[in-house]
């Protein structure tokens, strides 16, 4: 299988090395003042793309890691702690936890947003092709999930979204090497599935806000990963 890095482009070692921190966590500091009095997300990071001059993938990791004081509020009241999983249930957003730690294993940049979320700079856009590191980021999630003592978890994929039904198969033959009770659903309108439930797994804003609550999974599994192995992590939670 061909060695693919998800999440990567060659400008990132620029655009994401010191001095290009520096000037995203500048331009975070002004994006979360416009945020903070009722900006949207995607003019208040163009605003301060064009006084910075950003890259528009500078732009896109602003728009992904910040949100506003009272969305961190109303998403920390939600969050799941360790202790909370244990024996229970959770919903895994299936291609929103495979992706970004497919980018973690290829040694690209992922970012601990504001919120507590783990996100990426991988762009699905409808396509998906398996790698060769899906097996281990399928591994990821399955060790941290046995880690915590989680009973089940139950994956849903976009059926649209060419592979998500490989996926489905990789993840029952994987699963098998584990503890926790795995089924995976393959479904039209993925997102929406997570509306009103307990203990999703997600980095996806608009799921995690429409969750009764919420489990930073990724964030754990970055922790472990990264006591290991290096890891390319922007953190965005500092010096804001």
């Known amino acids: ?35 903070n009095r009722g900006y949207g997300i995607k003019r208040a990071t163009m605003i301060v793309q064009e006084h910075y001059q950003l890259a528009e993938v500078q732009r896109l990791c602003l728009s992904r890691s910040l949100a506003s004081n009272a969305e961190i509020a109303a998403r ?10 244990k024996g229970q249930t959770v919903y895994i957003d299936g291609f929103n936890a495979v ?7 290829s040694y690209s940049p992922v970012f601990k947003c504001m919120d507590g979320a783990i996100r990426d700079m991988a762009n699905l856009k409808g396509a998906y092709k398996v790698i060769d590191k899906t097996e281990p980021a399928i591994r990821l999630i399955l060790t941290q999930l046995d880690k915590l003592k989680v009973k089940k978890a139950v994956f849903h994929f976009d059926l649209p979204v060419s592979n998500s039904g490989r996926l489905k198969t990789m993840i029952g033959k ?27 797994v997600s980095g996806d804003s608009v799921v995690i806000d429409h969750a009764k609550s919420w489990v930073p999974l990724y964030t754990w599994i970055v922790e472990d990963y990264a006591k290991e192995h290096d890891v390319w992590l922007l953190d965005f939670r500092r010096g804001l």
Do not use: H, W
């Not at 920390?76 to 999983?85: A, G, H, L, S, Y």
């Not at 992706?99 to 294993?105: C, D, G, Q, T």
């Open 1 to 35: 299988m061909k060695v693919v890095r998800r999440g990567y482009l060659p400008e990132y070692d620029k655009l994401f090395a010191a001095d290009g921190i520096a000037r995203l966590r500048e331009a975070a500091v002004d994006a979360c003042f416009l945020l």
């Open 174 to 200: 994987l699963s098998a090497e584990y503890k926790v009770e795995t089924e995976v659903f393959l479904i039209d309108a993925c997102d929406k599935s997570f509306y009103g439930l307990e203990n999703v």
């Open 76 to 85: 920390k009241q939600n969050v799941r702690k360790k202790k909370d999983v």
């Open 99 to 105: 992706i970004p730690m497919e980018s973690l294993v």
